[in-house]
């Protein structure tokens, strides 16, 4: 297949792109580096069915050519970053969402899109099913992501139902794993470069608020299975595990083998409560869940980082 991935150069898009070129697909990568890394890219340039296309994924792309599919990953996405990019963040899933669309329309292509867990805001009902509408506050700080989000989902249903592209929904949690940007301010990088600095690990908040941490690999595998099966509605991949950040940070501080000063600090605006996926879906419709216990998958990331 020939396949076009937005946000290429991030973590998220660097590792879908290279499992598809790993099972013999030709993928064409876009990204602008407003959060990825170049060196993302020459890994994947090593590969000769790769292309690059240095472009802003909120613009209309002219790609020769045919697509099987369009796979939308390019957005900020660590809650410092996209504060940083308000609009940059609005207009990549907004108005970017909808040039994919048509893109995906034009080449017959089918369309993907990476929504996420944020879209249940600071969620009521847990574990959240993706039946629940969601708890967001549409003029709050993370609403430029999580409305942006919520649009996009809401352009993709639309697209499907007024004009027959073929879409996924997936709503991503928590994911980590080698790859991420050690600078971009999200828990689990936080923690381990702290803890390899020697730092002292910052608990926004009191540290009760819980997350669940899914290993990259199991999220590339429940792409690759949702690409499978024709499904239009959303589909939650994350990994049950719950912990709260004083769990996770005591994990890590065990993993690294540090005993750190913990510093607190105000917890951000709307920052959600409590977050853990309801994955029926994903188990039934793909057979799938995730395989990497957090304990594993974090020691992984750290030798990653320790590198
Ligand atoms: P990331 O910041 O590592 O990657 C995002 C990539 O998109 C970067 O390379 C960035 O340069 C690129 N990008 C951003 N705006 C762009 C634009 N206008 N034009 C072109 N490229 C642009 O983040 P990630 O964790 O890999 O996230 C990828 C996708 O998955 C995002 O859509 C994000 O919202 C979604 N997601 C991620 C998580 C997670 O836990 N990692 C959770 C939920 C949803
Ligand atoms: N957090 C923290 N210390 C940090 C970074 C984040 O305690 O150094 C908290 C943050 O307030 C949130 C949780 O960890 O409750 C997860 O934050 P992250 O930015 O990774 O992702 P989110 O799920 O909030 O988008």
Redesign the pocket.
Known sequence: MRILV?????????HLAERLLLEGHRVIG????????PR?IELLSKHAEFRFVE????EPLAIEGSLDWVM???????PP?YLK?PL??L???GE?TRHLLELALAKGAKFFL?????VYGDPLVHPQPETYWGNVNPIGPRAI?DEA?RYAETLTVAYQQAQGVSTRII??????GPR??AE?G?VVTNFINQALRGQPLTIYGDGSQTRSF?YVDDLIEGIRRLMEVEYHLPVNLGNPEEYTMLELAQLIQELVGSKLPLVYQPLPQDDPRQRRPDISRAKALLGWEPRVPVREGLARTIAYFRE
């Open positions: 937005t946000g290429a150069a991030g973590f998220l898009g660097s876009v990204d602008n580096f407003s959060s990825g890394q993302n472009a802003d994924a909120a939308h990953f390019a957005s900020p996405a660590s970053r990019m940059q963040t207009r990549v899933n970017g990476a929504s996420t867990s944020e992501y989000k709503r991503i949690f928590n994911t980590y991420m940007d971009d999200r899914q």
